[in-house]
């Protein structure tokens, strides 16, 4: 998988060299955006939808997803000319490139993720302090999914998060 910078990216879109494709969920996109971004939610990412020849550049949030949708693209089409914006989002905003911006707001979703299990995990510690110790089990079964999504870059929790109102 290849990646590009904010300012190379720039440059391909101003030359309609590339074609941009947001890969956040609509919730997020609403909030803030790259002008010209194509919004294709990572669960519907499918290279059928895409443009078969040319420069087709992924964003999301960070770059986490981005590289996900880059390879679930790259496996249905090889010879897809795909990159990953290195930093996604955010990595555009820190080079000064221009953002748009919505009414809407809302955590990103790896936010709302970490937050989520932030909360179970004090919440499991505190039941097996306070109520029974078997609470313990609530903590052990977050943290066994924190290593799988670490492991294989999957997220059970993220793509419930997703499905979530807020974040449609």
Same mark, same amino acid.
């Given at each position: 998988?290849?990646?590009?910078?904010?300012?190379?990216?720039?440059?391909?879109?101003?030359?309609?060299?590339?074609?941009?494709?947001?890969?956040?969920?609509?919730?997020?996109?609403?909030?803030?955006?790259?002008?010209?971004?194509?919004?294709?939610?990572?669960?519907?990412?499918?290279?059928?939808?895409?443009?078969?020849?040319?420069?087709?550049?992924?964003?999301?949030?960070?770059?986490?997803?981005?590289?996900?949708?880059?390879?679930?693209?790259?496996?249905?089409?090889?010879?897809?000319?795909?990159?990953?914006? +290195?930093?996604?989002?955010? &990595?555009?905003?820190? @080079? *000064? =490139?221009?953002?748009?911006? !919505?009414?809407? /707001? #809302?955590?990103?979703?790896?936010?709302?993720?970490?937050?989520?299990?932030?909360?179970?995990?004090?919440?499991?510690?505190?039941?097996?302090?306070?109520?029974?110790?078997?609470?313990?089990?609530?903590? +052990?079964?977050?943290?066994? &999914?924190?290593?799988? @999504? *670490? =492991?294989?870059?999957?997220? !059970?929790?993220? /793509? #419930?998060?997703?499905?979530?109102?807020?974040?449609?």
């Amino acid at each position: 998988m290849k990646s590009v910078d904010p300012s190379t990216l720039r440059q391909w879109i101003a030359e309609g060299s590339a074609t941009l494709v947001d890969v956040r969920e609509p919730a997020e996109h609403r909030t803030s955006w790259i002008a010209g971004a194509r919004l294709m939610p990572l669960a519907s990412v499918d290279a059928v939808k895409l443009p078969a020849t040319g420069r087709i550049v992924i964003h999301c949030q960070k770059g986490g997803r981005g590289a996900a949708a880059c390879e679930k693209l790259l496996q249905q089409n090889p010879a897809l000319e795909i990159y990953n914006l +290195a930093g996604g989002l955010e &990595g555009w905003n820190a @080079a *000064g =490139l221009p953002v748009e911006h !919505g009414t809407g /707001r #809302v955590l990103p979703l790896d936010r709302q993720v970490q937050l989520t299990i932030g909360i179970l995990l004090l919440a499991g510690a505190a039941l097996s302090l306070l109520v029974d110790p078997s609470f313990v089990w609530l903590s +052990a079964f977050l943290g066994a &999914g924190l290593t799988m @999504a *670490g =492991l294989t870059g999957f997220c !059970g929790l993220a /793509r #419930v998060m997703a499905r979530m109102p807020w974040n449609r």
